[in-house]
């Protein structure tokens, strides 16, 4: 069926289609949690008195809540809400600004990464 208006004959180029709302904000949830998960995974197992099956179920209920959790809100909140925000933002005549949005989010995440792995990125 061909398509009619604005979309006939325009395609996007193959790293928009790759790079997208919907897959972004699902790679920055999964990255978000797994630091969550690294972090609270480190301080329940530096407790010596507790037994081994306990950290080993508290961190197996651990991820499932957070994935869960997190699943839950971008399927009910945060697609719809981001969806009107990019919507927004590519009004504006800046170069591919979601894009840039994005990449912010990605090295916050970075940053926060390197600070739960007690990792120094820059020497000061």
Not at 25 to 42: F, H, P, Q, R, Y
Not at 49 to 66: I, Q, R, S, T
Not at 72 to 81: E, I, K, P, V
Not at 113 to 118: C, D, K, M, S, T
Request: proline residues 5%.
């Amino acid at each position: 069926m061909a398509k009619k208006g604005k979309q006939a004959g325009r395609r996007r180029p193959a790293w928009r289609r790759w790079i997208n709302h919907r897959r972004m904000l699902g790679v920055e949830a999964v990255l978000l949690v797994g630091a969550i998960e690294m972090w609270c995974e480190d301080q329940i197992t530096a407790y010596p008195d507790l037994p081994e099956w306990v950290k080993v179920l508290f961190v197996m209920l651990l991820v499932a809540g957070l994935f869960g959790a997190v699943l839950l809100f971008l399927q009910r909140f945060a697609y719809g809400s981001m969806n009107r925000a990019h919507k927004v933002v590519d009004a504006l005549p800046l170069p591919t600004p979601t894009l840039m949005i994005h990449a912010v989010a990605i090295g916050a995440l970075f940053v926060f990464y390197a600070w739960v792995l007690r990792i120094q990125l820059w020497a000061l």
